[in-house]
């Protein structure tokens, strides 16, 4: 279901260049995004999105610009009664994978031209994204996670940002940027110290190893198990099952931010961690970073077959 319904003007800060383009056209549809593609379930009130990159399964700083505008067009969709929004999920286009992080040959281009401003911005507009999202955007809103395939570094870590977490068995998870020389600067280490303790969560960050959706569930860090190819279906039978708690279990998660808060500058704090710890790599460090490129590049072409 399209809604055409006019937006918001909303200025986008490109987060790579920081150049402000022009002001969206109050005349474009709701959603009309290139790397998101969006239905709406009005039955359920529910936003189905799914990430289409249009080159690796990585956050590129075009697909961020989208997932601002998405969450824009949510709140505006929400406020103005255009379609009344009660649950995002939010999915991937791509086989086998659901997000294998961040931009490894932007960070590679801003490292070797000491671009601390470049890698600053890229990582805030993560942070700034995912902390909404861990929000519900400020509405009564539920977002969920549907993960068909791996993810892995940013991929994993936004995962931790909703509320919801539904996967598949068979996909893995991971944080692999130690093996790189590097940490995961876009929420894990927030994120996973108020899920599991800071000692586990350090743990589970050095490590550098790949777990399971079985693993992660025993961790509550997945809260659904699905057979391969079923995730939609459980994702589905969630809403369905907890449509008339839906008021309750958005108050529980707005009391568990109460009691264990998040703040959006302990995360652009940590980014700015990770931008001084990236412009520390060597030239071997970004050799092995540029091996993991060439590596996500192969799996986009098998999949393009």
């Known amino acids: 279901m399209t809604i055409h319904d006019p937006r918001l003007a909303t200025a986008l800060r490109n987060p790579l260049t920081g150049h ?69 999920v939010l999915g991937s286009q791509f086989p086998g994978v659901f997000s294998l992080g961040g931009d490894l040959d932007l960070f590679a281009h801003a490292i070797r031209t000491r671009d601390h401003a470049a890698l600053s911005r890229y990582g805030r507009t993560c942070v700034q994204i995912l902390h909404r999202n861990m929000r519900g955007l400020e509405r009564p809103i539920i977002t969920i996670a549907l993960v068909e395939g791996d993810a892995l570094g940013g991929g994993f870590e936004a995962l931790l940002s909703f509320h919801v977490v539904i996967a598949e068995r068979g996909t893995s998870f991971g944080l692999p940027e130690t093996l790189f020389g590097l940490f995961p600067g876009m929420g894990a280490h927030c994120f996973l110290s108020r899920r599991l303790g800071t000692a586990r969560a350090e743990r589970m960050i050095l490590s550098g190893r790949t777990y399971s959706a079985e693993e992660l569930y025993e961790m509550g860090l997945v809260h659904g198990l699905a057979e391969p190819g079923r995730g939609r279906h459980m994702v589905a039978e969630y809403i369905r099952q907890n449509d008339r708690r839906h008021s309750a279990h958005c108050a529980i998660y707005e009391a568990s931010r109460a009691v264990n808060p998040l703040s959006l500058a302990e995360l652009e704090a940590v980014v700015d961690l990770w931008a001084d710890a990236a412009l520390r790599l060597t030239e071997a460090d970004l050799k092995r970073m540029e091996r993991l490129v060439a590596a996500q590049t192969r799996l986009l072409d098998k999949a393009g077959d």
């Open 20 to 88: 402000l383009p022009f002001p969206g056209d109050p005349a474009t549809p709701l959603f009309a995004l290139e790397q998101l593609a969006t239905r709406y379930d009005q039955t359920t009130r529910t936003l189905w999105t799914d990430m289409r990159p249009r080159v690796r399964p990585s956050f590129n700083p075009d697909l961020l610009t989208d997932f601002v505008r998405w969450q824009e067009d949510i709140v505006h969709a929400v406020d103005t009664g255009a379609m009344p929004i009660r649950y995002v």
